[in-house]
């Protein structure tokens, strides 16, 4: 089993930055991709920025540019560094892991979440 608890979160200022970590623990020799998803008011989870075991990224178009997806991989733990934040990223954010062999696997595709961790950006 897969432990993710995820820490950094808070109410920052548009424009502002935050810094979310995820630390994996358990058999976290099985995990392949890790990925940051968020979850709004709209009540649909979709994904920010994903990494995959080699280190290749993925962002979401909305992401791109202003956040940054890094991971170390002897701790298990990956970062999402948020610069310039707007009102809209105002999300509970949700760290994920997935033992598929698959890059980028799709949100369905991912096995293991964290407890997420909000953050709201106030204008």
């Known amino acids: 089993q897969v432990q993710l608890v995820e820490s950094g979160g808070g109410v920052v200022q548009a424009g502002g930055s935050l810094r979310l970590s995820c630390r994996a623990s358990?058999?976290?020799?099985?995990?392949?991709?890790m990925g940051w998803f968020r979850q709004g008011t709209k009540n649909e989870r979709e994904l920010v920025a994903s990494?995959?075991?080699?280190?290749?990224?993925n962002y979401a178009g909305s992401a791109k540019g202003r956040f940054t997806i890094s991971r170390e991989l002897v701790k298990g733990t990956i970062y999402l560094q948020m610069n310039n934040l707007k009102p809209e990223d105002s999300a509970m954010y949700y760290c994920?892991?997935?033992?598929?062999?698959?890059?980028?696997?799709?949100?369905?595709?991912?096995?293991?979440w964290g407890q997420g961790t909000q953050v709201t950006v106030a204008s």
């Open positions: 358990g058999s976290i020799y099985g995990i392949n991709a």
């Open positions: 994920a892991a997935s033992s598929d062999i698959a890059p980028f696997p799709t949100v369905d595709e991912f096995d293991y």
């Open positions: 990494i995959a075991a080699g280190g290749s990224t």
